[in-house]
């Protein structure tokens, strides 16, 4: 429509002009444009008139079943319900694969997210990122892209040294073979509350602050040594196996997955050799012993990327990470998902990047998110041990399921979540309300997981041969035409959501579209009417795009609940 109209004007006004149409209220009509206004300004003419020209070309054209002038030159449009009819034909044979753009295709992109440090527990907000990263992951793959999702963790570093610390002061010193007391359901636990007596030791006790340090740099030996041997290296590989062991059962839990984890380890070398190489070229500086990035001619702040006793930091890390990915994929886009606390930080890690790469700087997009924060404002965190576990959310949704409907699946208490965390714009604080989200009546998960469910009772009432509906000919009724017109919304939303990977659009529209549902449901019956054969292919349809969202978003679509 959008190239038959700038066809229409390239031949009435010999002026080439971009059109955009957009669906205005259903009482105007089911497109708009302002383009008359546009050409007023080159044509030197009054918008009306222009309008009023180009309007009565268009009903000419035969597209159309109404094209109207409203206001200084809106134009609004209404299609003919045979331009519906075809695509609702297009919805049924292509049930999956329908809204899906190419945006994406011929390209290959890295996402990293998650991101959780061995030796320490899974929170709230790897749970957030990991639900963010699988559905932005999703909407580029549903755009053509080829995607390789990885993690990124700390297996070094000043927390591992603080974990490690108070393991051999729980286990009486370097006794690997003390392990096997640790049972297996108990082991992420028992970390956890380690590293949260490390870092108080840290901070309260000098003696052990100095011993940390210390052990800081031998778990670091431990890699330039590939020592598997030593008892000290043979506490810390079990613990670190423990903890991907552990990452990986939450994962398969939530259905995620990842292709690749980068451990720290990996990228400190490749980072601090680059650091090195190009302070000599004068990227980097030397300041008091240590090596800094300043950032104040680019408007941004100094780093330290090798502290004082040579070690990388996570600065150094990060660069070593980009280089990494890089070689492994080439990719032509790298997205990551982090909190906002690091958005600064990772201006200047990019922007220290970008004078020796400038194709990964350019190349990468960070996303940053607020807190997930519990009604009542309480901070959480994983340094003080204050914080609320991944674990506790699915087990809190569980209850409050269990509650409300009688039982602990899956399906909805993942459905409750993942909404939950993805209906609104990644950026800002998401304060997480356990009941709100298993609601059967408002804008949840499972409501939606249920109006997917009812679609394919009524579905499964009427055949189990789907073969035997055809498209339906003809007219539609107000309340049939509009459920079928908001279904073909959705290929405009998935290339939106996609272009600014914005899950939470997709969120929005399946909500309006269940609503306009349950509408239609509502004055139309459906089964035995004498509409029937209409009916039952507009709510095939219906199903085939909630299901498709709701699998880019991430969330189960059970047949029924």
Known sequence: MEQLIKDTIQQLFAVAVDVTLTRPDAQFGDYATNVAMQLAKPLGRNPREIADELAASLEQSGEFSEVTVAGPGFINLRVKDSVLTAELETIIAQSQDYGKSKQYEGKVVVTEYSDPNPFKVLHVGHFYTSVIGDAISNLIEQAGGEVHRVNFGGDVGLHVAKTMWAIMQDLGGEHPEKLSEIEAENRSEWMADCYVKGTRAYDDDEAAKAEIITLNTKVYQIHSDNDHESPLA???????????????????????????????????????????????????????????????????????????????????????????????????ESVIITGNDILEYMKVVLKSIEQFKPELSSRTKHFTHGNVKLAGDMKMSSRKGNFLRAVDVLDMVASENEAAQGNRDDAPVLGAIKYAFLKNRIGADTIFEPKESVS??????????????????????????????TAPSGTYDAAERSLLFKLTEYPDVTKQATEELAPHLICTYLYELAQTFNRFYEKSRVVGDEREQVRVYLVMAYAAVLRSGLTVLGIPTPDRM
């Open 234 to 332: 043979q506490l810390y590989w079990t613990c670190r196996d423990w903890s991907y062991e552990y990452f990986n059962a939450f994962y398969d839990r939530i259905g995620t997955h990842f292709e690749k984890y980068y451990p720290e380890s990996e990228t400190a070398p490749v980072g601090l050799a680059t650091v090195l190489e190009q302070k000599d070229k004068g990227v980097y500086k030397e300041s008091n012993g240590a090596i800094i990035f300043e950032g104040e001619p680019y408007g941004l702040h100094t780093r330290v990327f090798v502290n004082a006793q040579g070690l990388p930091t996570y600065e150094a890390k990060d660069v070593g990470l980009s280089i990494k990915k890089w070689d492994d994929y080439h990719f032509d």
């Open 440 to 469: 059967l009546q408002g804008n949840s998960g499972p409501y939606l997981q249920y109006a997917l469910a009812r679609a394919f009772s009524i579905i499964q009432k009427l055949t189990s041969d789907r073969s035997e509906f």
